[in-house]
C-alpha cells in the first residue's frame, strides 16, 4: 500500500517505520503513548517543583530541571508523528517537517550529551571539592555551563543537519525509520555518501565517546573520594545521587552508541528501529523516575509544597 504513494510528491516523505509488523501497531502505538505520558507528567512535576520549592534551588537540581526541559522537548520532537503514524495508514511527514524534526533531534540529543558531563562535573564539585562548592558551581556559571549545553547542541545540529539535506535523494523519499534520522535518509541519497557517513561518525565520537570519557573520570574521582568517607550519611547520600545519574548515563549512551558507533550489518535496520525506540521512548520516561522515586529532597518538597498548600 505504501509503495502506491505517489512518488513524484517530492514534498512529503513516507516514514516505513514499523510498517513491516502491522500486527505490532496497535500495541505499540499503546506502550509508545503511556511511555509518552510518564515523561510529559514526569519532567513538567520535576520542573515544577524546583521552581516552587526554594530548598531545590541549587545547581544539581538547576541542571535537573535543564535536563528534564530537554528530555520533554526531546520526546516531542519525534513521538506524536510516531503515534500518528501507527494509529492510521498514512505514515507521510512533509518536507519542511522532516527537516525541523532531524534538526530538533540532534540538537537535543547532542545537548543531552554534553548536559550529561556538566551534571557529573557538579557532583565531582560536590564530593570531591566539597569546601569549594559554592565557589566552582556560581549560579552565573551554572547558567553558563547549561547554556553551553543548548547551544552546542543546537550549533552542531544546524551544521550537520544542513549537510545531510544537501545531497541528492531519490525521488521515492521511502524512510526506512519512524523519525527522520541521518542513517536512514543517507540510504535515499543517489550519490556517495562517505563524506557524510564520515562526519556522522567524527560526530558521534566527539559528542559521545569524548562526553562519557570525561563523564567515567569524573565518577572515577567520586569513587576515590567515596572510599575513603568515614561518615556512613554522607556515602549513602553520594551514592543515591551519583548512583542516579550513573543510571541515567548508562541508559541513555550505550543505545547511542550501539546506533551510531557500531558497523552495519544486515539487520541493523530493524535493530536500529528498536535501539532508537529505546533512546527516544524508554529512557526519557525512567528519568524522573529514576530521579525522584528514591529522593529525599523531592520527597521533602513535596511534603512541604502539600502542606503549604494545605495550609493555603
Known amino acids: 500500500m505504501l509503495m502506491k504513494k505517489n512518488a513524484s510528491f517530492e514534498d512529503f516523505f513516507i516514514l516505513l517505520g514499523f510498517s513491516n509488523w502491522p500486527h505490532l501497531e496497535v500495541v505499540l502505538f499503546v506502550v509508545i503513548l503511556i511511555f509518552y505520558l510518564i515523561p510529559l ?9 524546583s521552581y516552587l520549592d526554594s530548598h531545590l534551588h541549587t545547581p544539581m ?4 530541571s ?16 510516531l503515534l500518528v ?4 495508514p498514512e505514515k507521510t511527514i512533509s518536507y519542511a517537517g522532516c527537516t525541523v524534526q532531524l534538526y530538533f533531534v ?21 564530593v570531591c571539592r566539597p569546601l569549594h562548592y559554592t565557589v566552582l558551581m556560581h549560579p552565573r556559571f551554572c547558567r553558563l555551563l547549561a547554556a553551553a549545553s543548548w547551544v552546542s547542541g543546537f550549533t552542531t545540529s544546524a551544521l550537520h543537519s544542513s549537510f545531510t539535506f544537501w545531497i541528492p535523494l531519490r525521488r521515492h523519499r521511502l524512510v526506512d525509520h519512524f523519525f527522520c534520522e ?10 556517495d555518501t562517505h563524506a557524510n557517513k564520515l562526519t556522522l561518525m567524527v560526530m558521534s565520537s566527539i559528542f ?6 570525561l563523564i567515567l573520570t569524573s565518577y572515577g574521582a567520586i569513587a576515590r573520594a567515596v572510599l575513603s568517607m568515614q561518615s556512613t550519611t554522607g556515602l549513602q547520600k553520594v551514592l543515591r545521587t551519583c548512583g542516579a545519574h550513573l543510571m541515567v548515563v548508562s541508559l541513555f549512551f550505550i543505545p547511542v552508541m550501539c546506533m551510531y558507533l557500531q558497523p552495519p550489518s544486515e539487520n541493523s535496520q530493524d535493530q536500529g528501529k528498536f535501539i532508537a525506540l529505546f533512546y527516544t521512548v524508554v529512557t526519557p520516561s525512567l528519568n524522573p523516575l529514576i530521579y525522584t522515586l ?9 511534603k512541604r509544597l502539600m502542606g503549604w498548600e494545605w495550609g493555603m
Open 41 to 49: 507528567i514526569g519532567n513538567l512535576f520535576i520542573i515544577i517543583l
Open 61 to 64: 537540581y538547576f541542571f535537573l
Open 66 to 81: 535543564n535536563l528534564s526541559f530537554l528530555d520533554l522537548c526531546y520526546t516531542t520532537s519525534s513521538i506524536p508523528q
Open 85 to 88: 503514524n501507527l494509529w492510521g
Open 106 to 126: 540532534l540538537a537535543l540529543g547532542t545537548a543531552e550529551c554534553v548536559l550529561l558531563v556538566v551534571m557529573s562535573y557538579d557532583r565531582y564539585a560536590a
Open 182 to 191: 541521518v542513517p536512514a535518509l543517507l540510504r535515499l541519497s543517489c550519490v
Open 208 to 213: 559521545v565517546l569524548i562526553p562519557l570519557i
Open 294 to 302: 528514591r529522593n529525599k529532597d523531592v520527597r521533602g518538597a513535596v
